[in-house]
């Protein structure tokens, strides 16, 4: 059988900008046949180093100008409710000085809906849409499931309906900040399964994080189906009971009995 051969990394003793050198260490004369000893490293040429500064220089420029943008766009917009009090330049200087735009404009976009947003939550990323996909993708199997069971169990009826009526399930979402992961779930949800009834529950220990999640299942017509609860994690046994026993006049009558929590 044959070996890998090992690198092991040492302190460099010299720097040399153009080449790496490698040599036996003088320092381990039972060193392993085979084992090489990096004792020096590379290092940028000065000519290499300022082109990334001007690479930087330039992406940053470029992502100020886009920001700026969209202050202007929305300063003109009819997003904008503070009016003639939207101080643009005040808020271009905010800007410069490291605010980012979402809380300038107190507006994030995530899955294609318009949240509010202020320095109380995290800014609605990108990358986390993916956590929604995800969501429906359960669902969907988890539906997908009741359904051959439900068709299986009523096999020889000639009433048996192929949709899942009345089924209801739970969305907690622990930490729920602006409440985005939340209720982008639930809408894209509604739109996909309009036969089946969704509720949410958003549990944090910030007050005004609650408070902003609270505006945003507002303003998107949620908050019949959802509600925000102040809890920590040590907390989470309770809100389970709370949510198994299905104490909101909402689900009454429902079959909420035998809902699923995701």
Known sequence: ATTEPVVAVVPA???TTDTVATHKSSHCPTQPKGVTTIREFALPTPLKFSKLLQKEQMMYEAAMKRDKDK????????KNTDGKDFNLEDKYRQL????PVEYLMNSAEFCGYDFYVNNAVMIPRKSSETLVHEVLCQVSHKLK???ESGCSDHETSDHTSSS???????????????GCLLLSSILLLQKKFPGVIFRGVGVDICPKALDVASKNASDLGLSA???FELHGLQDLDTLMSVLRGCDSEATAGKGCGDDDIL
């Open 164 to 178: 899942p009526a009345h089924q209801v399930i739970s969305l907690v979402d622990v930490g729920v900040g602006s």
């Open 96 to 99: 410069d000085e490291g605010c």
């Open 13 to 15: 003793v010299s720097v």
């Open 71 to 78: 202050l202007l766009q929305y300063a003109t917009s009819a």
């Open 145 to 147: 499931l009741k359904q």
């Open 225 to 227: 189906c959802v509600r």
